[in-house]
């Protein structure tokens, strides 16, 4: 179940004619905090590679040693498909339908500033790239887990805790394929989809408009990004939590960048998948 909220988390974490096809692989790697203390040699990069057709697109994800997973998102059907390759499932949420909203796994409120130029801009594998700065933070004073409310103890420890993220972000205007990744991105934001099917998992987030608006309101293709968390507040379990995330950093970079045409079988259930509704 982590995983796979995670795995959402990340997905959410992206109506206009779109004439062209772009997919781009990202390469995220994580410093400090917990990575420290991983064994030398252990990999902790995560690599997505995103394919955008139309109105439809695919994203997968791996992560080490052995986490594989897919998304699949039609905007003009409202339907998102998650794909857990391991056990071959495909799990579909219908976002046109009137399902009841499933009981809270997990809350978590998020609030997410509007990227602000810096005026800088900087050449990266030869595109042309312009920087912005953004925060985001999380509130974990509501967190809730496992269908309930967490135990008055612990509720208790989590009051006044705070997640802030700030990071610089270095984005492309002009690169091949950024104009359709834009489109698909603000028909996303428009259809909201991404929203329902959380409510249909039983995830609450509430500040996602803002924070979808915000990942909108810079019209380009991030190509890299620079992260660093910290924990704000006091108490045993703020000084647990700094131990864990004390100067972690998280660096996202595209590693591939193409135009080129996508076959309609890449947004399909794959053949031998067990479909779960």
């Not at 991105?185 to 929203?195: H, P, W």
């Not at 992260?227 to 507040?233: N, Q, R, Y």
């Not at 864990?244 to 947004?267: C, Q, R, W």
């Amino acid at each position: 179940m982590k995983r796979w909220l995670a795995t959402v988390f990340v997905f959410a974490v992206s109506s206009a004619a779109v004439r062209a096809d772009i997919s781009f692989v990202q390469t995220t790697t994580v410093e400090g905090g917990a990575a420290a203390m991983a064994p030398t040699g252990t990999n902790l990069s995560t690599k997505v590679t995103t394919r955008v057709k139309g109105l439809k697109s695919r994203t997968d994800m791996d992560v080490p040693p052995s986490v594989s997973s897919s998304s699949i998102v039609d905007i003009a059907a409202k339907q998102m498909i998650m794909l857990q390759h391991d056990k071959k499932t495909a799990q579909t949420f219908d976002g046109s339908s009137a399902a009841p909203a499933a009981p809270p796994v997990a809350t978590l409120n998020v609030d997410a500033s509007t990227p602000v130029p810096t005026g800088k801009s900087q050449q990266i594998d030869g595109l042309k790239c312009d920087e912005y700065t953004f925060t985001t933070t999380m509130s974990l004073a509501e967190v809730t887990g496992g269908g309930g409310q967490l135990p008055p103890e612990a509720a208790e420890m989590m009051k006044g805790l705070t997640m802030v993220l700030k990071g610089s972000m270095w984005v492309a205007k002009s690169a091949p394929g950024v104009a359709e990744f834009v489109a698909y991105q603000k028909a996303l934001a428009k259809a909201d989809l991404t929203s329902t099917v959380l409510k249909m998992t039983g995830v609450n987030l509430p500040g996602l408009d803002k924070m979808m608006k915000a990942s909108t309101s810079v019209e380009g293709l991030p190509y890299l990004s620079v992260i660093d968390m910290k924990l704000e507040g006091t108490g045993q379990m703020a000084e647990m939590m700094r131990q864990v995330m004390s100067g972690m950093k998280i660096t996202s970079k595209l590693t591939s960048l193409s135009a080129e045409p996508i076959g309609d079988d890449a947004f399909k259930v794959p053949e031998g998948y067990t479909i779960v509704k």
